[in-house]
């Protein structure tokens, strides 16, 4: 519950570090009057955080459990637990299914005799949780980063075909049928994240819809083949007590009242979205993350850092409608604009 706790300078010093992002590299700990994991259910569960959190306040859970088995391998090649080969791209820094062109699945109608869903209930999850600790002070987010649908069918079936799948009616009840399937098993996959990780607290899924000018598919097709599906998702991990939060990259926009129906906490969108327009139009409804306008920060002096520290905070923080600096803002930032950033929506959000 959110309470006023005045501001002191303190709050700045740096006390501590924690792992990175993503694990890259190390962030700083601050003497902050509440954790951030404290400050992130405040904006999630009462729209008022004691400040506006950046993405180095969350820490990622990386098990190899799902990393080897069901992701892609977290910058190494695997073949996962459906037999889909991954190759890792140092250069994009990210994986890539490889199929040779021979894929697991060229008709979606034939996907119960070619695609086996893994047993997960006979994975050695205790030893997964003992090899792998989360730190209650921050909250810690799992990324399922092959996601259940539209990501996942890629993987069957690479993505041109995936994609003529969704507008052929010969396939479309099948394609029902297996996104059906995959989230029954999203959902056992949630239940066992919050049983053997019970300090959780965001579960994120990976499900890419656009490209850099617009989304893959219509809203129609979102809403017959995916929304009913996430919002199964979303429904089994809100039961669990957490949260959601969608990685869907691309020009989405016109999409956003989907991942909205479909239940999600929050997105993160990519760089070629007005991010101001949806913020302004969809705000209170789900939790964006946001960067400067300002792409050459750095180059400006301290003072007109701090100065488009105080515009953003003034453009993204109003009163039911928090939001989060995603990557995108940190990899704009400097020192000086975050400590401004956060002294400044920390105060801010004590006039409320």
């Given amino acids: 519950m959110f309470k006023k706790i005045p501001y002191v300078e303190t709050e700045r010093l740096v006390i501590g570090e924690h792992p990175g992002f993503l694990g890259f590299g190390t962030a700083p700990v601050y003497n902050t009057p509440v954790t951030p994991k404290e400050n992130l259910t405040a904006l999630l569960d009462e729209k008022r955080p004691y400040w506006m959190p950046d993405s180095r306040d969350t820490v990622s859970l990386h098990p190899d459990i799902y990393n080897d088995t069901l992701g892609r391998g977290s910058r190494k090649d695997i073949t996962d637990a459906f037999g889909v080969n991954w190759r890792y791209e140092p250069t994009v820094g990210g994986s890539i299914s490889v199929s040779n062109g021979s894929p697991l699945l060229e008709d979606v109608n034939d996907w119960k005799e070619k695609i086996k869903f893994p047993d997960i209930d006979s994975w050695d999850w205790e030893k997964a949780a003992r090899d792998t600790k989360i730190d209650p002070v921050f909250p810690t987010l799992i990324s399922f980063v092959n996601g259940f649908w539209f990501e996942r069918l890629i993987s069957f079936m690479d993505f041109m075909p995936a994609a003529m799948a969704l507008i052929d009616e010969e396939q479309e009840d099948a394609i029902k049928e297996l996104f059906a399937a995959t989230t029954d098993f999203a959902c056992r996959l949630v239940d066992k994240i919050c049983t053997y ?128 600096m995603g990557i995108n803002a940190f990899r704009r930032s400097t020192p000086a604009f975050l400590d401004e950033v956060y002294t400044y929506s920390r105060k801010k959000y004590l006039e409320y």
């Fill in 197 to 324: 990780w019970p300090q959780i607290a965001i579960i994120e899924t990976h499900d890419d819809w656009g490209s850099q000018m617009a989304p893959f598919f219509s809203k129609e097709v979102a809403y017959e083949l995916f929304v009913p599906y996430m919002k199964q998702f979303t429904d089994c991990v809100h039961a669990h007590g957490r949260y959601t939060c969608l990685h869907s990259c691309g020009h989405n926009a016109e999409r956003i009242q989907c991942f909205i129906d479909g239940g999600f906490d929050m997105w993160s969108p990519q760089l070629m979205n007005d991010i101001g327009k949806l913020y302004d139009e969809y705000g209170d409804k789900i939790v964006l993350s946001v960067w400067p306008e300002e792409a050459n920060l750095p180059e400006l002096s301290e003072e007109e850092q701090k100065a488009a520290a105080r515009r953003f905070v003034d453009r993204f923080c109003q009163p039911g409608k928090p939001s989060v």
